[in-house]
């Protein structure tokens, strides 16, 4: 049974910093896509970053810049971090897995307010 589970998220100021992870268990971790998404309150889900079993990454454009998604497949771990954040970036963030089947997790509620 694939398990995902974040951590990491908070309050935080304006233009401070965050770094989320979300460890994964029970599946070949190497080979998953692995995504980080987030919903804010009243709005749909959206990507946020991707990054693929080979390391190519990918960004929504509000975050390009300022977020950085990397892995560790030895520790069967993906990592985001959030630099420069904003209010707009308040939201919950799901760490997804992705190959044949996807899988959630279940999410970590980010905060960014002063």
């Known amino acids: 049974q694939v398990q995902l589970v974040e951590s990491g998220g908070g309050l935080v100021q304006p233009g401070g910093s965050l770094r989320l992870s979300c460890a994964a268990s029970g599946s070949d971790f190497s080979i998953y896509t692995m995504g980080w998404y987030r919903q804010a309150p009243g709005k749909q889900r959206e990507l946020v970053a991707l990054i693929t079993s080979g390391g190519d990454t990918n960004y929504a454009d509000s975050v390009k810049d300022r977020f950085t998604i990397s892995r560790d497949n030895a520790k069967n771990t993906v990592f985001l971090g959030m630099n420069s954040l904003k209010s707009e970036d308040t939201a919950v963030y799901y760490c997804?897995?992705?190959?044949?089947?996807?899988?959630w997790g279940q999410g970590t509620q980010v905060t960014v307010s002063s």
């Open positions: 997804r897995m992705t190959f044949i089947h996807t899988y």
